[in-house]
């Protein structure tokens, strides 16, 4: 499409992106499903606060009436559970987003972000982000770049839950304050005061609040102020907006987000066993020739399969990023993207580089991580709602399968270089393929880690029975639904 249509149809695009996002939302099935699950979630979640336990109890389904809850958007019409659904693994829930942008539309239905969502379950296991001098490496954070450090809160999950809510790109809330009014106005109102405090909106709103907090935000700032509040109250706000998060990480730690229920947990438990191919796989993942182990840890328990590092492993630029051509003014005046297509993803090190909370001695690491990103948990990597449901893989879903994946883990640096202009995902140019013959270059080349993937030889079987083994690791596993080994 051109770019005077973009303009037109996509607000803020120079090309629009390769799906319409508002014509998804409102018909695509999969969009419409996770409503339906968010309201559905939501009921259920208040229904069992009542019956619950004082304590952890209730605030772990307090989090998880919160994360359902669509009108803490700006919009009314995007919660957390919107990009990540528990039948998707927590994370993408809408198979042809995955599949054509990787990034998700948020309550500003023609704004997406940069990267694909990121698994919220297992998110409380990822501790404050420290720099490991033993390990010489940054240990810790949440997002895929880390930025969610845990020094706001004193947890990385919580810090993660806060950052939607305001982010232009999700829910868009102009100002934390505005998230802390809208759960005042909420059915579920009185359920937070009794987990939390009486005073929890003990807040004086300014005249227009309401109309305030209906306006996107439309400012990279990551503290936005759209309401004029005292002193006193905006301590109060800051402290129930806090308290909301806190109550998201409790979710995120219960037995809904967290419960360990993979087939691995029931092999590793004595209640199941491994089919050949999935066993021949945990033992090549947990070897030394597969190499997976030394990121995505399979020792300690619970087992989490993940370090908590970042490290580039040379994905390639994933050109159906709609964030590339967000560099226009949008309908609220807001350009996401400056650079455009010029953007490149520096992860953790643009991360470093760029942070106030950051200090000197970290800012200084930054040249060193650049294009590195967290190392996801491998739990519910491959779970999904139907056979046929697509996903995406890596922190840009360059990669459209587990198998896609394993294989440039294993062929990077032997396969030869894609022509330039040859990026997606099996294209074809002449006798080149990407992902079979060849591969595009790394988005940041310069720091490419080689220690621990790239050339290690597996042949086609072996990759599959990795995949297969990947494949045990999504949670709501039925013993009884086949007779194993």
């Given amino acids: 499409m051109g770019a005077s249509q973009a303009?037109?149809?996509?607000?803020?695009?120079?090309?629009?992106?390769?799906?319409?996002?508002?014509?998804?939302?409102?018909?695509?099935?999969?969009?419409?499903?996770?409503?339906?699950?968010?309201?559905?979630?939501?009921?259920?979640?208040?229904?069992?606060?009542?019956?619950?336990?004082?304590g952890a109890?209730?605030?772990?389904?307090?989090?998880?009436?919160?994360?359902?809850?669509?009108?803490?958007?700006?919009?009314?019409?995007?919660?957390?559970?919107?990009?990540?659904?528990?039948?998707?693994?927590?994370?993408?829930?809408?198979?042809?987003?995955n599949k054509k942008t990787a990034a998700n539309p948020g309550s500003v239905a023609m704004r997406a972000g940069l990267r694909k969502p990121m698994s919220l379950a297992y998110a409380t296991y990822a501790p404050v982000l420290?720099?490991?001098?033993?390990?010489?490496?940054?240990v810790g954070g949440n997002f895929w770049d880390m930025r969610a450090t845990g020094l706001v809160t004193g947890s990385a999950s919580a810090d993660q839950a806060q950052a939607p809510f305001t982010s232009p790109f999700e829910m868009a809330m102009p100002d934390p304050a505005c998230v802390v009014?809208?759960?005042?106005?909420?059915?579920?109102?009185?359920?937070?005061?009794?987990?939390?405090?009486g005073n929890a909106f003990a807040v004086r709103w300014p005249a227009g609040t309401a109309t305030a907090c209906a306006r996107p935000n439309s400012s990279a700032d990551a503290d936005p102020r759209a309401l004029v509040l005292a002193a006193v109250d905006r301590k109060q706000a800051q402290a129930t907006f806090k308290n909301?998060?806190?109550?998201?990480?409790?979710?995120?730690a219960s037995s809904d987000a967290s419960p360990f229920s993979s087939k691995f947990d029931a092999v590793q438990a004595g209640k199941a066993k491994f089919t050949p191919a999935e066993r021949a796989g945990f033992a090549l993942f947990t070897g030394g020739r597969a190499k997976c182990s030394n990121c995505h840890t399979a020792a300690g328990k619970p087992v989490l399969f993940t370090n908590f590092q970042a490290f580039n492993i040379g994905t390639p630029r994933n050109p159906d990023i709609p964030?590339?051509?967000e560099n226009r003014p949008d309908g609220f005046g807001y350009v996401a993207n400056s650079d455009g297509g010029a953007f490149?993803?520096?992860?953790?090190?643009?991360?470093?580089a760029s942070s106030a909370v950051v200090n000197s001695a970290w800012k200084a690491q930054a040249p060193f991580y650049k294009g590195a990103f967290r190392t996801p948990t491998l739990r519910n990597v491959d779970k999904r709602p139907r056979p046929a449901f697509?996903?995406?893989?890596?922190?840009?879903?360059?990669?459209?399968?587990?198998?896609?994946?394993?294989?440039?883990?294993?062929?990077?640096?032997?396969?030869?270089?894609c022509p330039d202009g040859l990026q997606r995902y099996g294209d074809t140019n002449g006798s080149k393929t990407v992902g079979y013959n060849c591969w595009p270059a790394s988005e940041v080349p310069a720091t490419v880690n080689w220690q621990f993937t790239g050339r290690l030889g597996l042949s086609d079987l072996e990759e599959s029975q990795i995949v297969a083994f990947l494949r045990t690791l999504s949670d709501g596993y039925d013993p009884s639904s086949e007779a194993g080994e």
């Fill in 7 to 54: 303009t037109d149809r996509c607000p803020g695009y120079s090309s629009c992106p390769a799906v319409y996002f508002p014509d998804v939302l409102a018909e695509n099935a999969d969009a419409l499903a996770v409503r339906r699950a968010n309201a559905v979630e939501k009921r259920n979640a208040l229904l069992r606060f009542d019956e619950a336990r004082p």
């Fill in 57 to 97: 109890e209730r605030k772990a389904l307090l989090g998880a009436i919160l994360v359902h809850d669509e009108t803490l958007s700006v919009e009314k019409n995007q919660a957390c559970a919107s990009c990540h659904a528990s039948y998707a693994g927590f994370s993408g829930p809408v198979a042809l987003i």
């Fill in 130 to 138: 420290a720099y490991n001098n033993a390990a010489s490496a940054f």
């Fill in 181 to 197: 009014y809208r759960v005042a106005r909420g059915a579920y109102r009185a359920k937070f005061e009794e987990v939390w405090s």
């Fill in 244 to 252: 909301i998060a806190l109550s998201i990480a409790a979710y995120e």
């Fill in 323 to 325: 964030y590339l051509s």
């Fill in 344 to 352: 490149v993803d520096l992860g953790l090190g643009g991360f470093l």
């Fill in 390 to 417: 697509a996903k995406s893989y890596a922190h840009n879903g360059y990669f459209p399968s587990l198998k896609a994946l394993v294989h440039f883990y294993n062929t990077r640096g032997i396969l030869d270089r």
